[in-house]
T-cell receptor, first 114, second 112 residues
Framework: AQSVTQLDSQVPVFEEAPVELRCNYS??????LFWYVQYPNQGLQLLLK??????LVKGINGFEAEFNKSQTSFHLRKPSVHISDTAEYFC????????????FGKGTLLTVNP | NAGVTQTPKFQVLKTGQSMTLQCAQD?????MSWYRQDPGMGLRLIHY???????DQGEVPNGYNVSRSTTEDFPLRLLSAAPSQTSVYFC???????????FGSGTRLTVV
């Protein structure tokens, strides 16, 4: 069975600093990987996804993530964060070509301070 | 351009009551899912559907029923509410080409 571990439950940073949110997954088969963002009192919005091909994936709002198969990781990065990036971020995985059954990590709360 | 619509947005139930959380999507998506979100637990899959008439259990199905009589609608039924079902519930949909769920805005349920 697949599983997702988000290594940090909270990440505080200052505005304009770089940030990395870490995600590791466990699966015995090939996977698709996703990052979602949840702003306060809202639903989840897809930031980016890795299906195949280039291991560096670019998403919305200046975020990018790198798939590392040997380390089973899919870390999310942004070179310079804004106050408006304050939100909870979820890493998710689906197995073996399945598009519909996602397993989510427990989330990382990113707080951007002025 | 509604996307995924969930009703109600808020609900308070007494222990033992039943209710249905409604979910509708207007994107003709084949796949629909229900998740619950609890603090520090992320999102956990309750039930999912890969098409009209086809449903299956997720990680935490106990106490919930679903049906999918049309492509658009995927209601979640709480049979006999318990305080452990206090949570925020999200419905989501996608199709076989999109590879990324569209989420509703959620239903915040409190069971007292």
């Amino acid at each position: 069975a697949q599983s997702v571990t988000q290594l940090d439950s909270q990440v505080p940073v200052f505005e304009e600093a770089p940030v990395e949110l870490r995600c590791n997954y466990s699966s015995s088969v090939s996977v698709y990987l996703f990052w979602y963002v949840q702003y306060p009192n809202q639903g989840l919005q897809l930031l980016l996804k890795y299906l195949s091909g280039s291991t560096l994936v670019k998403g919305i709002n200046g975020f990018e993530a790198e798939f590392n198969k040997s380390q089973t990781s899919f870390h999310l990065r942004k070179p310079s964060v804004h106050i408006s990036d304050t939100a909870e971020y979820f890493c998710a995985v689906s197995e073996g070509g399945s598009n519909y059954k996602l397993t989510f990590g427990k989330g990382t709360l990113l707080t951007v301070n002025p | 351009n509604a996307g995924v619509t969930q009703t109600p947005k808020f609900q308070v139930l007494k222990t033992g009551q039943s209710m249905t959380l409604q979910c509708a999507q207007d994107m003709n998506h084949e796949y629909m899912s229900w998740y619950r979100q609890d603090p520090g637990m992320g999102l956990r899959l309750i039930h999912y559907s890969v098409g009209a008439g086809i449903t299956d259990q997720g990680e935490v199905p106990n106490g919930y029923n679903v049906s999918r009589s049309t492509t658009e609608d995927f209601p979640l039924r709480l049979l006999s509410a318990a305080p452990s079902q206090t949570s925020v519930y999200f419905c989501a949909s996608t199709d076989r080409e999109s590879y990324g769920y569209t989420f509703g805005s959620g239903t915040r349920l409190t069971v007292v």
